[in-house]
């Protein structure tokens, strides 16, 4: 009877972890991500700085063959989304290849209200009411783009700017 038990709580304990994500990963011939191109790392690189550039991005972080990019959108007065775009461009044998991701993250304004009372006992049962009201936006989504066309657009500026 325990090992029944047992075994009924170890099963509804582990329905309670969540979805498993990493089962939905595909590593197939999919190559969204990357694309190659005829001129060297470098040229990729600064190709693809001037296309995010051009879109109103800004440079955050930048090491050799690789950097950070942001930009940032107000769809709604309390809502905020970014989008962080990461590139790195490494030479191969017939030019380079450059990989790109990006995440989209939506933060949204929550209100938040606090209030207390003092009471001081010297002076009887008096309470001098005290509130205080909050904003902050908080995170409420981040998620990969793993759109292709939004993929296969910017590739394709960087190879047109390439090709000037």
Same mark, same amino acid.
């Given at each position: 009877?325990?090992?029944?038990?047992?075994?009924?709580?170890?099963?509804?304990?582990? $329905?309670?972890?969540?979805? =498993?994500?990493?089962?939905?990963?595909?590593?197939?011939?999919?190559?969204?991500?990357?694309?190659?191109?005829?001129?060297?790392? =470098?040229?990729?690189?600064? $190709? $693809?700085?001037?296309?995010?550039?051009?879109?109103?991005?800004?440079?955050?972080?930048?090491?050799?063959?690789?950097?950070?990019?942001?930009k940032e959108f107000q769809p709604e007065k309390e809502a905020n989304v970014t989008i962080?775009?990461?590139?790195?461009?490494? =030479?191969?044998?017939?030019?380079?290849?450059?990989?790109?991701?990006?995440?989209?993250?939506?933060?949204?304004?929550?209100?938040?209200?606090?209030?207390?009372?003092?009471?001081?006992?010297?002076?009887?049962?008096?309470?001098?009411?005290?509130?205080?009201?909050?904003?902050?936006?908080?995170?409420?989504?981040?998620?990969?783009?793993?759109?292709?066309?939004?993929?296969?657009?910017?590739?394709?500026?960087?190879?047109?700017?390439?090709?000037?």
């Amino acid at each position: 009877m325990k090992r029944l038990f047992f075994a009924a709580m170890l099963l509804s304990l582990s $329905a309670c972890g969540g979805s =498993d994500v990493y089962r939905k990963e595909d590593f197939g011939k999919s190559h969204a991500f990357q694309r190659n191109f005829a001129a060297s790392a =470098d040229k990729a690189c600064a $190709a $693809a700085e001037f296309v995010l550039l051009g879109r109103g991005y800004l440079l955050e972080r930048k090491a050799q063959g690789e950097f950070f990019a942001r930009k940032e959108f107000q769809p709604e007065k309390e809502a905020n989304v970014t989008i962080d775009f990461s590139v790195v461009c490494r =030479d191969v044998a017939s030019g380079s290849v450059v990989f790109a991701s990006a995440v989209e993250t939506r933060n949204e304004l929550k209100k938040t209200s606090q209030s207390a009372s003092i009471g001081i006992p010297a002076a009887g049962s008096i309470s001098l009411p005290w509130s205080n009201n909050a904003e902050a936006l908080i995170k409420v989504r981040g998620k990969t783009i793993e759109d292709e066309k939004f993929y296969s657009g910017f590739f394709d500026a960087v190879g047109s700017r390439l090709g000037k």
